[in-house]
């Protein structure tokens, strides 16, 4: 009789993605997030005013990399060459030129200038979500303002992982006088208004998004902390983490090594609802105007223009779209990560 073969065990990774994959909602909602995500990065390639590549003459050029000034295609002037022009788009279809312009002929502060219909414009084929109050394409600075929210939420995630996870571990490993003292901080700290504190800090210096990734990230790593807070200090007793100490092994190295890959449940479940809270914050800080500078392309600022251009529904109703789809997503992600991180779930 022969031995029965040995099949190889699933690693616990392996496990963890098949229980993901197994929540449809979660698995399908990671692939648009990443689709669109990347479409954003390619936003200047996507959504631009100027040609990805011309030729005049019998010359290969280059506009998105390189500016060129009017003259260089038979203008007048010396100024960069405006490719929305009738006179350079006229001069592109002659004598065997050519240029290959992106699917959408805007970027997000390019205006309309040509544009038959005041400003707001609803859509139309030309620009195809319509225009703001300035005459920029609202499909532009969606897109645009898009790729700076998740950016934005991805660079507050991860300063606030970084900084919850020391303070935590370090909380939760050596816990007594250790812990007592941070938790006294973390209650005098949190306690302290966020808001004000932006208000005064955007009168003083100029408003940008490494201001507002600072100020945020001083208070955003606290609800991370007390979760890897409370996964330490049920690990430190432990038998492996006693038999690390007896072989003298440092903290830092016990903390790195053996408690922390046995607590990465709560900080992989924390970080897309903590994407979810960032781009949350950035978008009613530029709701409120203290956000990044109006001319930089913001789903906040966006808002704050549908609602001041009541009439202009398309403005209000894309973004409010983008903006939801977004949140929605990172939610059901999260709630399939969470649930394949269970290990009560059967494999």
């Known amino acids: 009789m022969s031995a029965p073969s040995l099949l190889p065990t699933q690693s616990p990774a392996g496990r963890v993605w098949r229980r993901f994959r197994a929540d449809r909602r979660?698995?399908?909602?990671?692939?648009?997030?990443?689709?669109?995500?990347?479409?954003?990065?390619l936003a200047d390639v996507l959504s631009n005013d100027k040609p990805l590549i011309a030729r005049y003459h019998g010359h290969i050029v280059f506009p998105i990399v390189t500016d060129y000034s009017e003259k260089s295609f038979?203008?007048?002037?010396?100024?960069?060459?405006?490719?929305l022009d009738p006179f350079i788009r006229e001069q592109f279809q002659r004598d065997g030129n050519w240029a290959l312009y992106p699917p959408n002929h805007y970027r997000f502060d390019t205006l309309n200038y040509f544009s038959t219909v005041p400003n707001p414009a609803p859509p139309s084929a030309e620009n195809w979500l319509g225009t703001d109050d300035r005459g920029r394409d609202v499909l532009a600075r969606l897109l645009y303002g898009f790729r700076i929210s998740i950016l934005f939420g991805l660079a507050l995630t991860l300063t606030g992982v970084v900084l919850g996870l020391l303070t935590g571990a370090v909380q939760g490993y050596f816990a007594g006088r250790t812990d007592l003292f941070f938790q006294r901080f973390m209650e005098i700290w949190?306690?302290?208004?966020?808001?004000?504190?932006?208000?005064?800090?955007?009168?003083?210096?100029?408003?940008?998004?490494?201001?507002?990734?600072?100020?945020?990230?001083?208070?955003?790593?606290?609800?991370?902390?007390?979760?890897?807070?409370?996964?330490?200090?049920?690990?430190?007793?432990?038998?492996?983490?006693?038999?690390?100490r007896a072989v003298g092994l440092s903290p830092a190295q016990i903390m790195w090594r053996h408690v922390l890959p046995n607590s990465l449940t709560p900080l992989v479940t924390f970080l897309p609802f903590r994407m979810s809270a960032a781009i949350l914050a950035l978008t009613s800080l530029d709701f409120l105007g203290l956000g990044v500078p109006p001319s930089t392309a913001s789903l906040g600022e966006m808002l704050a223009q549908g609602k001041n251009n009541l009439d202009a529904w398309w403005i209000s109703l894309s973004t409010f779209v983008v903006l939801t789809l977004s949140l929605l997503l990172l939610t059901q992600i999260g709630d399939a990560l969470r649930s394949a991180l269970d290990v009560r779930k059967a494999p």
């Open 26 to 41: 979660g698995y399908w909602s990671l692939w648009l997030f990443l689709f669109l995500f990347i479409a954003s990065l």
């Open 74 to 83: 038979g203008g007048d002037f010396d100024s960069p060459a405006d490719y």
């Open 190 to 244: 949190g306690s302290m208004p966020e808001l004000y504190l932006l208000i005064i800090f955007s009168s003083i210096f100029e408003p940008g998004l490494l201001m507002l990734l600072l100020l945020l990230s001083l208070f955003g790593w606290m609800g991370l902390s007390d979760y890897v807070r409370a996964d330490f200090l049920r690990n430190r007793n432990l038998d492996y983490v006693l038999a690390a």
